[in-house]
């Protein structure tokens, strides 16, 4: 199996959050990883925001800390790029316009991933409540599994 992973479930980790667990289970359950070339800018930019946000309650070595364990992590995936498929790809889903724009590349690069392998081998990871209904719409198995979705 692979795994397609938007930024929540990276910073989720990264940040130590409540469902960090499940994110590294989640992560560790398959060695084929797979995302958008947006994940490390999403992830670092994230990361930089909230140190500035908690610097006077966080270590000195915070940031340098989180950034090498980001670049840890980042070694372990597959980024796809921004072209002009992608964009097929996105003017063809209509539904990817029901969340937000770095919600539908991620999931329209996820698409381009999915025509590449068989589409069963492939599950979406994210934290993202919007974007596990569009993904389902879009016929992902999605992970961690939908209990309750407001």
């Not at 289970?25 to 995302?35: H, N, P």
């Not at 889903?93 to 068989?118: M, V, W």
């Amino acid at each position: 199996m692979a795994r397609y992973f938007d930024s929540s479930v990276l910073l989720s980790i990264l940040l130590e959050e409540e469902m960090k667990n499940e994110a590294a289970e989640i992560w560790k359950a398959d060695s084929i990883r797979l995302s958008s070339i947006l994940l490390p800018a999403e992830s670092y930019t994230v990361l930089r925001r909230y140190y500035a946000t908690y610097k006077s309650k966080l270590p000195s070595n915070w940031l340098p800390e989180k950034e090498k364990n980001l670049r840890a992590l980042l070694e372990e995936i597959t980024l796809g790029v921004l072209d002009h498929r992608l964009i097929e790809i996105i003017a063809a889903k209509k539904e990817l316009a029901r969340c937000r724009t770095l919600d539908a590349i991620h999931l329209a690069t996820a698409i381009g991933f999915r025509e590449k392998i068989h589409p069963e081998r492939l599950i979406l990871c994210t934290f993202d409540q919007t974007m596990k209904r569009v993904a389902k719409r879009l016929k992902f198995k999605v992970l961690p599994y939908i209990r309750s979705i407001k």
